[in-house]
């Protein structure tokens, strides 16, 4: 709990930077350790015989692996890393060994590990050495000695297909990349019998065979404008679900008859991309699809599922995930996502109907009041429409705030509704919060996706000036105190909108953004070689034209402050990338300040890091849009890391 002396020192910035009217009617500061600290528990993971359950959970200040018979509390830790936390845990499917996956340093060249939950023993099933990135491809609980891992080790540029013994470790090449396969799909006989191909000239291929050793035959072909995959085999075997938007707008998905060729249509939506597919674990039929609109919304395709999901609505508000389940599909862990509190995780009970909750992830926040997460649309300039979610301090009169404008990385990603550290943070300090799905995001069709092509820096970029000119109109924002604010291609994002618009925003914060288009091509990691051709279609391929959507060679425009945080060992935005906006700006002699952290990649895991640099952005925001400010904390100072 905060003390008073914090809450008092945070209310005397706050009212520093505010009208007393409206520091008066704002909630208490949300600390920065409850926002970005560790979760208390996150990422439940039910055992394949439904008797235990893995979650992280920090330990010693880290997260790490820890395990507990269900129905007891005997909870303990099993796997831990103190240099760096533990993000993702999978049941084996004895049942006895739990897998993860860990890079160095955020240099995303993962192994796979393996621990033994009894005797805590862990071993790398993945030595093949600091240069090679390794990532669970499949665990399946009716083949108990083997998994499916994906690894570079052959090829540095391609993603072969491993079988390894999880009792001997040992590796074998189960499927070799031909050199254009960017994915991999098995059976239900844990067989790799699906891939997608990605061609130089964009376009896709879904590939088949009839068994390990039979030829690769193409199921379905793409042009560069559509989108495919493969999703799941049919319980028999005999038939493949793919997410296709061949023939229509957005992505449908079917199920194709592998003897004939044939396809139906599952599940659709006439705007909307299709989301992923809840499977039983016992039938291995499909049971339900997700279609992620304003919010996440199932369609139920079998009708044994029907009463499930009326009574996981009646359990707990919210959206509703599916994390896992018992071998058998008895037993399900099931997330409830809001936009006002922390994630909820229960365990379903498919015979009785009953849910029981496990936890929330974050349950300091339970005693804040929250901000609430509105869907908006608004008409871009040219006429499209454009959808987004804009989020509202509580306590105050909707009018004429502060704003920052938060982009979405990727680009080929979306925002979504839902709980996120980073909106309700800015909107405890007084910040009107918006965030927009700008063309060339995911989720809405491929007519909206290939509007983005190669407009980086043209109507990408515009959509967002012209957000940021809805919220003005609308009243929500003070034209004067609106700022900029990403990671990834979002730091892009940051960057151009102050470089080409150098009049729209009044500060930048830009987090991993790449400042140059040509060198981020040159140096993505070597297994991203079958998404190039996405990248030269999306993006462009010319150096003359990539140098043209580059904010870097427009730094002497940029009038308005920026914070730049990087991570010194990113293989995806190099450090020498921020080097160079920040050394064109100070050439200039304009503001910036820059934070690199040595032990962080593409983005900040270690949450002390998210810690430094959230308050120096804090500070930042304050300073230029007035917003409240909580004083930095022992261990929140970022003076060691600045350059």
Known sequence: MKSHRLLTAGFAALFAAMPLGAAAALPPLIPRAVLFGNPEKASPAISPNGLMLAYLAPFNGVLSIWVRTIGKSDDRVVATDPSRPIRNVVWQADSKHVLYEQDKGG????????????????????????????????????????????????????????????????????????????????????????????????????????????PWQTLL?????????????????????????????????????????????????????????????????????????????????????????????????????????????????????????????????????HGTFLFVSRPALQKYQLASMQPITYTASDGRSIHGYLTLPVGVPPKNLPMVLLVHGGPWARDSWGYSSYVQWLANRGYAVLQVNFRGSTGYGKEFLNAG??????????????????????????????????????????????????????????????????????????????????????????????NSESPLFKADRIKVPLLIGQGANDPRVHERKSDQIVAAMRKNNEPVEYVIFPDEGHGFARPENNRRFNAAVEAFLGKYLGGRVEPAAPGESVASFEH
């Open 107 to 214: 240099n995303e060249n993962f192994s796979v590990f393996q621990t033994d939950v009894a005797t805590k023993a862990t071993r790398d099933l993945t030595p093949f050495g600091n240069k090679v990135r390794s990532d669970i491809e499949a665990v399946d609980p009716r083949f108990k000695n083997v998994i499916l891992v994906t690894s570079n080790k052959r090829d540095p540029n391609v993603l072969d297909v491993y079988r390894i013994d999880v009792r001997t470790g040992a590796a074998t090449l189960d499927t070799q990349n031909p050199g254009t396969v960017a994915g991999w799909a098995e059976d239900n006989r844990f067989v790799v019998r699906a891939a997608l191909q990605a061609n130089a000239d964009g376009s896709n291929a879904i590939l088949m065979r009839a068994n390990a050793s039979a």
């Open 221 to 353: 072909k793409a042009g560069p404008e559509d989108t495919i995959a493969p999703v799941a085999f049919s319980a028999d075997n005999r038939s493949l679900y793919v997410s296709s938007s061949v023939g229509a707008n957005s992505s449908r998905l079917l199920e194709y008859d592998l003897s004939t060729g044939k396809y139906t249509v599952v599940a659709s939506d006439p705007t909307y991309d299709v989301g992923g597919p809840l499977i039983d674990a016992k039938t291995r039929e499909l049971a339900a699809v997700s279609f992620e609109r304003d919010r996440t919304e199932w369609d139920v395709l079998d009708p044994a599922f029907q009463s499930d999901f009326d009574a996981l609505a009646k359990l707990h508000p919210g959206d509703i995930d599916f994390l896992g389940s018992t071998a058998n599909g008895r037993h399900l862990i099931v997330s409830y996502l809001v936009d006002n509190g922390p994630l909820a995780y229960y365990s379903y009970d498919r015979a009785t109907k």
């Open 453 to 546: 092509n190669r407009q980086w820096a043209g109507t990408m970029h515009q959509d967002l000036i012209d957000a940021k000119n809805w919220a003005v109109a609308q009243g929500y924002a003070d034209p004067a105190k609106v700022a900029i604010m990403g990671g990834s291609y979002g730091g892009y994002a940051v960057l151009a909108g102050v470089a080409f618009s150098p009049d729209a925003f009044a500060a930048g914060v830009d987090i991993v953004g790449p400042s140059n288009l040509n060198t981020l091509l040159q140096s993505i990691p070597p297994y991203w070689s079958t998404d190039r051709a996405t990248f030269a279609l999306r993006m462009g391929d010319t150096v003359a034209f990539l």
